[in-house]
């Protein structure tokens, strides 16, 4: 990596000062259709929209654009304010963020279509622009608070200093190593995201990589296959793809030609690894799916297609316990336990065996949520689904439920074909056909949407 970038993986101690962005003035960090644009303008206009933001302790930025959202983040870091990253953009979503924290405002792109109300700052059409100096940010500056996505129960809050991103950065570069350039000779690699700046892994992978890394962002937020296709053929060489599972299979069901690409990196849900392999084979790259959470940010690695066990970043120590996985690293201030339940191997490596919460025991026997989900998704005619465990009903029984789309079956013709699948103690009991599964914009579903389908 070159010189410019070399410092990013260092752990920033403590009343240390560092650039909110690093690289020379001339580098790419957003590109799009007209072009790319250089650090130097993007700095002129943080510069300028920080001038102009209200005083607050914290906003939210709700902005889609990825280049907005990135200089409405930095201009808020250069202010000292802590942006919050909400679970979702729905206005109860951000009502209940607001609600936890009264001294904030929420920070929007221009629309002429809609009234923003009060307490919303919108960003204009052409960014104000003023020149000075790199702004420096305080190693122990809250920068940021992540929320859960909510798929286990209520969001919960996660602060992020901004030694903890710049050391977690770090991490990813190393964790990206083979699909990422060096940054040489003013080399940048273009990244494409189809996730949401707002999510922490879109946080990581689109937001600071572009600022701390040898990587230059795509400034939309491509969903659509058509879409990713076209955001694609508008990098200057071929872009690693960064994405989810959803994504993923939606692009690889469309048949779209893509462009050549650099590699796809996976996380946000599990990856089966016969879609990696289908990816891998259609691409003709590489697919890594990275393992994280909001409150660690990405701790693992793997190449799922002919891989199983997840490799920990340098620095992460992934220890069993009996209620979840602790982990501990560089860019945690005090380890974490996770949900999640692993199983180490001899050289490291750990196998993942779903979460606690997930696992399920009855008349003897264990399954996890997420084995009898993937039973269901391969199920012919499934085209998405979910098992989960609902509440407690009267008696304290908790039944096991299913919501499914699969046009033209019933209910009757889905046990027949599940049964083979797995033991019929796992059945569920309530099944519950839908249009389509309530996933937010990174493809998860948080479990009072699937809750609310059975009580409606």
């Known amino acids: 990596m070159s010189a410019v970038f070399d410092n990013t993986a260092r752990n920033v101690a403590a009343g240390d000062r560092s650039p909110l962005v690093l690289g020379a003035p001339g580098r790419a960090i957003v590109f799009d ?22 005083t607050a302790a914290h906003v939210l930025n709700l902005c889609e654009d990825r280049y907005r959202f990135l200089v409405a983040f930095c201009a808020a870091a250069m202010r000292g304010q802590t942006t919050l990253l909400p679970a979702s953009r729905a206005e109860a979503t951000v009502a209940l963020v607001r609600a936890q924290y009264p001294d904030s405002y929420c920070i ?54 901004w030694r903890a991103f710049r050391a977690g950065t770090g991490q990813n570069l190393a964790a990206l190593t083979g699909l990422l350039g060096t940054g040489d000779a003013g080399f940048t690699t273009p990244v494409l995201a189809t996730v949401p700046s707002q999510h922490m892994y879109g946080m990581e992978m689109s937001v600071l990589l572009p600022l701390l890394g040898p990587v230059a962002v795509h400034g939309s937020r491509p969903f659509f296959p058509a879409d990713i296709a076209l955001a694609a053929h508008d990098a200057p060489t071929p872009p690693l793809l960064v994405t989810s599972p959803v994504h993923l299979r939606a692009l690889l069901q469309s048949g779209v030609a893509m462009p050549p690409l650099a590699g796809i990196v996976c996380s946000t849900a599990p990856l089966p690894p016969e879609l990696a392999a289908e990816a891998e084979q259609c691409y003709h790259c590489h697919v890594r799916e990275l393992f994280g959470s909001t409150e660690t940010c990405v701790i693992a690695r793997r190449r799922t297609a002919v891989e199983s066990a997840w490799t920990p970043l340098p620095g992460v120590c992934v220890t069993p316990q009996p209620d979840g996985t602790r982990v501990s690293a560089a860019h945690l201030d005090h380890p974490v336990v996770l949900a999640d339940v692993v199983e180490l191997e001899a050289d490291g490596r750990f196998l993942l065996r779903g979460r606690h919460a ?99």
Request: charge should be neutral.
């Open 33 to 54: 259709a007209h072009g790319a644009v250089p650090l130097s303008r993007f700095l002129d206009e943080v510069r300028g929209v920080a001038a102009g933001l209200p």
């Open 358 to 456: 997930d696992l399920l025991e009855i008349a003897g026997k264990r399954a996890s949520l997420g084995d009898l989900t993937r039973a269901l998704l391969g199920v012919p005619g499934v085209e998405d689904g979910v098992i989960l465990q609902l509440d407690a009903e009267r008696g304290g029984v908790r039944r096991i439920g299913a919501v499914v789309v699969a046009p033209g079956m019933d209910e009757a013709s889905l046990m027949q074909l599940l049964r083979g699948r797995c033991d019929p103690v796992f059945l569920p009991r309530r099944v519950r056909f839908v249009a389509r599964l309530p996933r937010n914009a990174t493809g998860k579903i948080p479990r009072q949407s699937l809750l609310d389908i059975f009580s409606a």
């Open 108 to 161: 929007v792109e221009m629309d002429a279509t809609k009234d923003p109300g009060a307490d919303y700052h919108v960003l204009p059409d052409d960014l104000p622009r003023r020149t000075g100096e790199i702004p420096l940010i305080d190693a122990d500056a809250l920068v940021a608070i992540g929320f859960t996505s909510g798929s286990t129960g209520q969001p919960t809050a996660t602060p992020k200093r």
